[in-house]
């Protein structure tokens, strides 16, 4: 009897200890299998990278424009998920080259549909929009355009899908221009030339500034639209200087507002021209070293040195980017609204939620502009647009700030 009853304690014995070791082993299962579950609940977005295309033109003849951009974006969001990314989640981008072509946008778009990104950026050619707009709204995936200029949609009263954050917008520039340039011409009449690339975009920039100037009270003695593909600017230069221009207005592409200077130079032309600061801008301002090119834009210059500066040149140092740091901060910029609206947002991988954060965003922009980006369900662009004037500075041999941040209101 007493060995029936060990047989008996023992056999309980280990009946208990399997017990133990399978409950242990169905608590390990369905916290796998809770862990699993929470995963993949449309609500959560704990185990999944947030999902975010970028159609830019990385190749092609405008690929100096828009490049920038595609690297301050990789860049700044390389930094971001060395760093745990959003709320652990990892920040996946995919990026594809449209080459600034319109076929090969819509080709982009799709794709981009197809793999549920809940964000579609843009930095491209206008050449590109319609496919973008159409196909992302079509989809309801808001839109952000990044580094090119907005279109329409963004202004108020804004398009629901369709936000901006480029530094620059059609009217609100010359809003700031014309003024800026009666007040340096301190009293002197301005005799003003205007100069368009010959698109759509910046004619209608130009056409903007000229009715200003005139309400202004300046003479318009020459205005210009010129070919895209222009290699000598010489005829059209001496055309504003014959005209006698002591001022010269400039909302174009790059190229031509750069080549028209350069070409009134060679000419001897002593007005002062003045023009959009865009990426190039401070990079051709230390090239030249001439004290009568001025240039306006929406970005502080790295000249200026501040703590977001020496940020884009540590980082764009260990992720090798390939332009010059002066060409980042237009992208850097962009990608700084990017974080605050997916530091916002619950789950950045719906772009209900996603559109929602983006209707209420203030983002702080470091000092790099001259206020925050602040977006509303009506305006998608912001409530105010800062401007900044900085020319080359022969006495001081380097680049100086001629008016500091001014802001023009956008209704």
């Known amino acids: ?235 059209f230069a001496s055309k504003l200087k014959d005209a006698g221009c002591n001022w010269i207005f400039s909302w174009a592409i790059w190229n031509t507002q750069i080549g028209v200077y350069e070409a009134l130079y060679r000419l001897g032309w002593k007005g002062n021209y003045l023009c959009w600061a865009h990426i190039p801008a401070e990079y051709e301002l230390n090239r030249l070293k001439t004290d009568n090119l001025l240039v306006f834009g929406g970005n502080a210059f790295i000249s200026e040195n501040l703590p977001a500066h020496q940020e884009i040149i540590n980082v764009a140092k260990k992720c090798g980017a390939t332009y010059p740091v002066t060409y980042m901060v237009e992208g850097w910029s962009a990608a700084i609204v990017l974080h605050e609206i997916l530091k916002a947002c619950p789950n950045a991988n719906d772009p209900a939620q996603l559109l929602s954060s983006m209707n209420k965003i203030s983002a702080n922009m470091r000092e790099l502009r001259g206020g925050p980006i602040e977006w509303t369900v009506s305006n998608h662009f912001r409530k105010k647009n800062f401007y900044k004037v900085y020319k080359w500075d022969s006495g001081k041999a380097k680049i100086v700030t001629v008016k500091e941040w001014t802001g023009v209101e956008v209704k």
């Open 1 to 235: 009897m007493p060995e029936r009853a060990q047989t008996i304690k023992n056999t309980a014995a280990n009946l208990k200890r399997k017990g133990n070791v399978m409950v242990k082993k169905w608590s390990f299962l369905m916290l796998m299998l809770s862990m699993a579950l929470w995963c993949f609940m449309p609500q959560q977005v704990f185990c999944q990278s947030i999902k975010i295309g970028m159609s830019a033109a990385i190749t092609g003849p405008a690929s100096d424009t828009f490049l920038p951009t595609y690297e301050a974006f990789k860049c700044y969001f390389q930094k971001v998920n060395d760093e745990g990314g959003i709320r652990g989640q990892k920040v996946e981008f995919i990026f594809e080259d449209d080459r600034g072509e319109s076929a090969r946008a819509m080709s982009i778009v799709k794709k981009f549909i197809d793999r549920k990104v809940a964000l579609i950026i843009n930095a491209s050619t206008s050449a590109t929009y319609a496919a973008i707009l159409a196909e992302g709204k079509t989809a309801k995936i808001p839109v952000l355009f990044a580094g090119g200029v907005c279109p329409k949609e963004p202004y108020p009263p804004a398009d629901p899908y369709v936000f901006c954050s480029t530094s620059f917008g059609v009217s609100y520039d010359s809003e700031f221009a014309i003024p800026f340039m009666k007040e340096m011409a301190k009293g002197e009449k301005v005799n003003l030339g205007l100069v368009a690339t010959n698109i759509p975009i910046s004619r209608t920039g130009v056409e903007v500034a000229e009715k200003l100037a005139k309400e202004a009270g300046m003479n318009i003695k020459e205005k210009l639209a010129i070919p895209l593909d222009t290699a000598d600017y010489t005829p």
